[in-house]
């Protein structure tokens, strides 16, 4: 991330801008929980964007307090230096994060701007959007990618006339070292998360949780926040990692549902034809992964993917 110009001597601004209350018609994440402390905010801030701001109250918190998605609240909003920026956590891989951030931003400026002077002859000034996914999911990841709103667009022509890109970080143990390194919060969040995922694999969900804030209370890892906040963590901890898992399973029928599908179409031609549609459907999404990746060339993608040139050339 580039360094941030810093402007000590910021006009004040017009918006209306409040901090979130409690909601409890969404089931929070440990992710938001711990972030919307402010001071761990902007630290993570720093770390993203390389700057070295040290007042918490310069961050203007703006999330939506109604902004809801499949019961789950876990996004955080924050103005900062004139910029606007949409931060989300995700334990799955998910291709709609643009658009989804579209609807949200659209929210957001709706909120911050005065609508009368939308008709004036004088230009509404509106903060910059920056929009980053911080993804700690099981499946392997590369430490960063983009994930653009250009790629949902069917039968594009040309340039998109408009255009959403999101930052997707990948903060697993072991990815990011730099950033981690100049947030610690993160770093301790991402060894609480690699515990519970280590335990959950030999013992109840229930059980792993537990031995996962224990033990990192003893080790000082998060030890002040869990200790605080133990039986909500878990209670949170154990929603996420469910939602994480039926997600998986939900994906995987998706994929057979392909192989019905194709089923109904068929005969048999080495492959059956369900065979064929479930491997398309694996070729596009390999495909599709790799030129968001931009470290491929089309070549490449095409051979590895399966996929021919021509195909792979319309999913660009």
């Known amino acids: 991330m580039a360094k941030c110009k810093r402007n000590r001597n910021k006009t004040k601004r017009n918006f209306t801008v409040k901090t979130p209350t409690a909601n409890r018609n969404y089931k929070d994440t440990v992710f938001r929980m711990l972030f919307s402390d402010r001071k761990n905010l902007l630290s993570l801030y720093n770390a993203v964007n390389q700057s070295d701001y040290n007042n918490p109250d310069d961050l203007e918190i703006v999330t939506l307090e109604n ?6 609240k876990n996004d955080l909003a924050f103005i900062m230096d004139t910029n606007l920026y949409l931060y989300e956590h995700q334990s799955t891989y ?16 709706q909120k911050l701007a005065d609508k009368k002077s939308l008709y004036s002859s004088t230009l509404q000034k509106i903060p910059a959007p920056n929009f980053i996914e ?14 653009r ?7 594009l022509s040309g340039e998109p006339k408009l255009e959403l890109i999101v930052t997707v970080l990948n903060v697993n143990v072991g990815h990011n070292a730099e ?5 610690n919060t993160l770093n301790e969040y991402a060894q609480y998360v690699a515990r519970v995922r280590h335990y959950a694999a030999d013992m109840s969900l229930d059980q792993a949780v537990e031995r996962a804030v224990d033990e990192c209370i003893r080790e000082g890892i998060l030890a002040e926040f869990l200790t605080c906040n133990r039986n909500e963590v878990i209670s949170m901890s154990i929603f996420e990692y469910d939602k994480e898992l ?8 998706e994929y057979e549902a392909g192989f019905s599908e194709g089923e109904k179409h068929g005969h048999e031609t080495g492959f059956s034809e369900g065979e064929k549609y479930g491997i398309e459907l694996n070729s596009i999404e390999t495909a599709r992964r ?5 470290e491929f060339s089309l070549e490449k993608i095409a051979a590895i993917s399966g996929l021919s040139l021509d195909e792979v050339k319309k999913l660009q």
Do not use: V, W
Not at 67 to 72: E, L, P, R, T
Not at 97 to 103: A, V
Not at 179 to 183: A, P, R, S, T, V
Not at 290 to 294: D, E, H, S
């Open 67 to 72: 902004a809801i998605y499949m019961g789950m």
């Open 94 to 109: 998910n291709p709609n994060m643009p658009l989804r951030d579209l609807f949200y931003i659209c929210s957001e400026y």
């Open 134 to 147: 911080f993804y700690n999911g099981s499946t392997a990841a590369p430490d960063c990618t983009e994930l």
């Open 149 to 155: 709103l250009s790629s949902a667009f069917e039968h």
């Open 179 to 183: 950033l981690m390194q100049h947030c």
């Open 246 to 253: 039926e997600e998986k399973k939900l994906r995987k029928a």
């Open 290 to 294: 790799m030129l968001q990746l931009q």
